[in-house]
């Protein structure tokens, strides 16, 4: 049950959402409340009937903690919502748009519901999910604080790739805006092929999707019949600078070894169909041209965080080149060049007071989470043993891995030179700094008792690895 205690103000959230028929286990919890809910479901009628059911069925709830502990979102479900039949979804990629018939059912043990934290900020909450009865990650589950509503839209299919990640990005109406929701969109870079307006010959192309779409969208002008209702289009101009192998990872669409990709909000939401963008490289001595499996480069995003924290863009950068330091760059906003804010050698950090008596393991931190609250306050996950990269890293959605080895999670004030808190960490997805008041207030959460459940009645669901996004079929 929910304590009368305060409400954290910010947290670090486990992305794996926990899934639970009818109940969840007895911890201290909260209701998200929900007060108007939407669905943009598939057209196969099996799916169809099982996304409408959980858009009007599903109840999200919060376990809210102080750091180092970590935090964790729930989705519950009625059980019998979880013991439907299962239906297989056919793959849109190649064509079909055969209905799935009601026969073609198959029966499982266990819920197949698979749901991870996305994206967090300014009143948005963002999960991708699948449905209780088929097979793959199918929609994202929008929820939104300022209107305590819940939006459930299919995520991109396998014709209109997302290029730079899966993670939307919330994008806010600054100066008014030109339909749509009327205070955000959330937007994902795509790649796909369109028909050329000219020669009417198919082209691939980047293409920037909105959901809601502003009225200067456009419905995706492909070379098929198929469409990616309800999401509407953009066109991209990129810079001449951008890496032809940009790969971003944050939520501003920053390649974590090469440099951030922005553009004017106002230019996407209230201005016409082109966009131009534009790009900064990181600082010098932090730019990964080349994959280096021995300074384990290949997967950036291990060693390296950006955020927004108050009103700049911060960088951290741990064990890059030959000596193993943890930096810490801001992005000046009058003159857009990094400055250096702190620096930190692992002799110094392992030589810590605080990090000596907690007996945390002298190895290498992954995985930095920079406070939005504390300034120059981190937090970082510690492998119990250090780890050793024999092959080349293979890029993927770094939410979208399973994490089972032993690990630590430790608050280090860089500023100071000091260990705040340190603890063991469970088994966990991907995990992400989650300024509560950013995201959440007291105002859409409310104190929910729930009993205890069975060993089957609630059961942590980390995100998976995913190299292909599912496909969607065309709206009816």
């Known amino acids: 049950m929910a304590t009368d205690a305060p409400l954290p103000s910010w947290v670090v959230l486990n992305s794996a959402v926990r899934i639970a028929p009818g109940a969840v286990e007895n911890e201290p919890e909260w209701a998200i409340k929900c007060s108007h809910r939407q669905a943009y479901p598939y057209a196969w009628r099996g799916v169809k ?5 959980m858009a009007r069925d599903v109840t999200l709830l919060a376990r809210l903690v102080e750091p180092p502990d970590l935090s964790s979102l729930y989705i519950r479900l009625p059980a019998d919502e979880l013991r439907r039949p299962r239906f297989p979804m056919p793959d849109s990629g190649n064509g079909d748009d055969d209905e799935i018939l009601d026969g073609d059912v198959s029966l499982s043990e266990g819920p197949l519901l698979r749901a991870s934290v996305r994206a967090a900020d300014e009143k948005l909450v963002i999960l991708t999910s699948t449905l209780p009865d088929c097979d793959r990650a199918s929609f994202y ?17 396998s014709y209109c790739s997302p290029s730079f990640t899966i993670r939307p990005l919330p994008m ?10 009327g205070d955000y969109s959330l937007a994902i870079m795509a790649r796909t092929s369109v028909l050329d307006e000219q020669t009417r010959d198919p082209i691939d192309r980047d293409v920037l999707c909105l959901w809601p779409p502003p009225a200067s969208a456009k419905p995706l002008p492909l070379s098929g019949r198929r469409g990616i209702e309800p999401w509407w289009v953009k066109q991209p101009h990129f810079p001449s600078q951008k890496p032809g192998s940009f790969v971003a990872d944050t939520a501003f669409w920053a390649d974590l070894a090469h440099g951030v990709l922005y553009c004017n909000c106002d230019d996407v939401l209230a201005g016409g169909y082109d966009v131009q963008f534009h790009y900064l490289g990181l600082p010098m001595e932090c730019r990964l041209d080349d994959v280096d499996s021995c300074t384990g480069r290949g997967n950036p995003a291990e060693h390296r965080t950006m955020s927004y924290v108050g009103d700049s863009i911060k960088f951290v950068s741990i064990g890059d080149g030959l000596h193993p330091d943890l930096k810490v760059w801001a992005l000046l906003p009058a003159t857009m060049e990094w400055k250096k804010l702190h620096e930190l050698s692992m002799a110094t950090l392992w030589g810590l007071e605080g990090f000596k008596n907690a007996g945390l393991p002298e ?6 989470i920079l406070s939005t609250q504390q300034d120059g306050v981190l937090y970082l996950v510690l492998p119990a043993e250090e780890k050793v990269e024999e092959d080349i890293v293979v890029a993927v959605e770094e939410e979208d891995v399973a994490v089972t080895e032993q690990r630590y999670l430790f608050g ?3 500023c100071n030179k000091r260990i705040l808190s340190s603890r063991h960490l469970p088994d966990s997805g991907y995990l992400l700094g989650f300024d509560m008041f950013r995201c959440l207030d007291e105002r859409c959460l409310c104190p929910h008792a729930a009993p205890s459940t069975d060993e089957n009645g609630a059961r942590p669901i980390p995100a998976t690895r995913k190299r292909k996004l599912t496909s969607s079929p065309s709206p009816p």
């Open 49 to 53: 009937e099982a996304s409408a059911s």
């Open 141 to 157: 589950l929008i929820y939104n604080a300022t209107k305590t509503s819940l939006s459930m839209i299919p995520l991109l299919p």
């Open 172 to 181: 806010r109406r600054r100066s008014g805006g030109d339909g749509g929701d």
């Open 363 to 368: 190895n290498l931190p992954i995985h930095p």
């Open 412 to 414: 280090l004030d860089v």
